[in-house]
């Protein structure tokens, strides 16, 4: 995204810039991207259609009650993605089977965000054995694949949504750990960490004042790309059955069930895998563009 | 002998070393240091001389592993500072004693406005909260001529000189007993430096702080200390007061330093480096550690550390070339 203003209007929005605190300055950053606009718009956009649904919806007579008479319909005005083969609804169960998806991936990453991102800034900020203990037990964790990490303890806990966001969000731990842990590294050394100590600043207020607010660009686009991938896996656990339970919607068990009827009735794997593609998508370009906006250095 | 001076800070035969892979990194080697209150001390020396080493010592900033201070006693206002736990060194850093870097650049934070990096130093130290730490950041901030309102940009969009100006507001935010400023001046340019010198001194003034000043510039020294250190290979080889130093040369090393700046009266004069480098500290020369660059060098100092010899009460040298007889008149070497 290359600023094609002339120089004065440039200087014209430095000054406006000079009384506007820093979120603010952060809005304007992002604004110049305009591909991480839309991504933003298009995730408010499903945020909020996520949180209507409930309104707009009754999650008994709209989402989950069959209706055999209107199976397998085409789209038409009054289905515009047209009805399962069970005759509800697609539109309606893929926005709210949104809240499902937005939820999980969220609180998810935020879980593996937190604890990830403190076990990562103590091994890179302190180095030596705790780095060492710290770190081999992420590699455990990173040597066991993600998705079936998450396949063993649904299946030894049972099928729940809470399972699902412990066992999602254990097996990323790792890479926020490794990601936060090499950002501190670089941080860790740099000069005004000395300063920092020269004038008095115990650990604790080194690393949350001054380190951590340094290594978080690569930890922003990580966690938007981590909501993204943890989107895709609970659609593949849905998919195989071990996601979420059967009449709750959920877009990787719509195109699970679609999937039998593909040949004939495209629309109906069309729309769920549009959905998630859309989402994950847009989060993919606001992460991005964030990664740009949060970092003052560039501008 | 020096017990009626006001001390502010004594460093008595300080040694440190860095216990890397490679062998021990004898960076300071029983260095002795004496500031007096209100006084500033220069520190000169070449790269690798040892003297960021000492002004780390001071603060125990020094990176561990692999430096540890073997020996040596630290004296802050006539009490010990070495060895002091954590916290307690906490509550001296920024408050009584604090530290100006060579790098402004990096100095400050990049994420963090500038008032909000001056009010952690007052926050630290003073009771009374955000709003009053910030009140007084703007105090310093015009103290050292920056319009306070800029107070809410960040370091990049600040000139070099600038952020040193609020490096050295964040230094003397606490109004500190001892100023520690390592090359506060090597990274800008030569009237940005005059103008941060000029500076320095008056705040030096106005506060009455003690300083001990680091450099590899005899301009600043001239300028701006009373007393002045020449280290080599982590002692101190020679010291004295500005006329000892600079009118009463003594020691080869001291000798070597102004004959290595450019002769503006005589242009024709050529340079006169000091031959060699600063030796390898994991392998010191036996004896004077310089008498392998010296162009003086006799047997002796190749075998024997040379005692202090005194000129006046304060003004010594370390060096094979002196006795108790012609230290007075010296003359044995001559300035190019």
């Not at chain 2, 029983?30 to 002004?55: N, Q, R, S, W």
């Not at chain 2, 001056?118 to 910030?134: D, F, L, M, R, T």
């Amino acid at each position: 995204m290359t600023d094609n203003r002339n120089p004065v209007d440039a200087l014209k929005i430095k000054k406006k810039y000079k009384k506007q605190n820093q979120l603010k300055e952060i809005w304007h950053r992002l604004k110049k991207n305009k591909t991480s606009v839309l991504g933003l718009v298009i995730i408010g956009f499903i945020i909020i259609l996520s949180i209507a649904s409930g309104f707009i919806y009754d999650y008994d007579k709209d989402i989950i009650s069959q209706n055999i008479s209107e199976r397998l319909q085409f789209p038409s005005i009054e289905h515009p993605f047209g009805t399962d083969e069970l005759g509800r609804d697609i539109m309606a169960r893929i926005i709210y089977g949104s809240r499902t998806s937005l939820s999980i991936g969220f609180i998810t990453v935020v879980l593996a965000l937190i604890v990830g991102g403190m076990l990562g800034a103590v091994s890179g900020f302190y180095g030596g054995y705790v780095d060492n203990i710290i770190m081999r037990a992420m590699d455990i964790f990173l040597a066991i694949p993600g998705t079936l990490f998450a396949i063993t303890i649904v299946a030894a806990l049972g099928t729940s949504t809470i399972n699902l966001m412990i066992a999602l969000s254990i097996s990323s731990i790792p890479r926020f750990a490794r990601i936060v842990r090499s950002s501190v590294m670089t941080v860790r050394d740099v000069e005004f960490v000395e300063a920092a100590r020269a004038i008095g600043a115990n650990n604790f207020r080194i690393i949350t004042q001054h380190v951590i607010p340094n290594s978080l660009a690569p930890v922003i686009v990580q966690t938007t790309l981590s909501v993204a991938t943890i989107i895709l896996t609970i659609a593949g656990l849905s998919f195989l059955g071990l996601g979420v339970s059967a009449p709750q919607p959920e877009w990787g068990a719509m195109l699970s069930s679609a999937r039998t009827y593909m040949r004939e009735y495209s629309y109906m794997t069309l729309f769920p895998g549009l959905a998630i593609m859309v989402t994950i998508l847009s989060l993919n370009l606001l992460g991005d563009g964030l990664r740009d906006a949060l970092d003052p250095r560039l501008k | 002998m020096n017990s009626e001076k006001e001390l502010i800070l004594n460093i008595k035969d300080l040694k440190v070393e860095y216990r890397t892979e490679d062998g021990v990194v004898k960076a300071v080697n029983g260095l002795d240091l004496e500031i007096e209150k209100g006084k500033t001390h220069g520190l000169v020396g070449e790269t690798g001389a040892g003297k960021t080493t000492t002004a780390l010592s001071v603060l125990d900033l020094i990176q561990s592993p692999p430096g540890v201070i073997v020996d040596g006693i630290i004296e802050l206002e006539g009490k010990n500072i070495r060895g002091l736990k954590d916290k307690e060194m906490e509550k001296i850093r920024g408050n009584d004693v604090s530290m100006i870097f060579q790098d402004p650049m990096t100095s400050l934070n990049p994420v963090m406005t500038i008032e909000d990096q001056i009010a952690e130093v007052i926050e630290y130290h003073e009771s009374g909260g955000y709003k009053e730490a910030i009140k007084k950041t703007h105090e310093m901030l015009t103290l050292v001529g920056l319009p306070p309102k800029r107070g809410k940009e960040y370091p990049h969009q600040f000139s070099g000189g600038m952020k040193q100006r609020v490096v050295i507001a964040m230094a003397l935010a606490c109004r500190p007993k001892l100023l520690i400023a390592d090359e506060p001046t090597t990274a800008l340019d030569v009237t940005i430096q005059a103008q941060v010198l000029t500076l320095m001194k008056n705040l030096r003034n106005q506060y009455d702080t003690s300083m001990l000043m680091i450099t590899h510039d005899l301009g600043i020294i001239a300028e701006i200390c009373d007393k002045v250190s020449v280290i080599y290979a982590g002692r101190i080889i020679e010291h004295g007061n500005l006329v000892d130093i600079f009118d009463n040369t003594r020691h080869p090393y001291t000798e070597g330093l102004f004959n290595s700046l450019p002769n503006l009266k005589d242009r024709k004069a050529k340079l006169k480096p000091i031959k060699g480098l600063m030796p390898d500290p994991t392998d010191l020369p036996t004896g004077c550690p310089f008498h392998p660059r010296c162009d003086y060098a006799m047997d002796i100092c190749s075998k024997a550390y040379p005692e202090k010899q005194y000129r006046n009460d304060q003004h010594f040298v370390e060096c094979h070339l002196y006795n108790d007889d012609n230290i007075e008149k010296g003359g044995l070497i001559k300035r190019g």
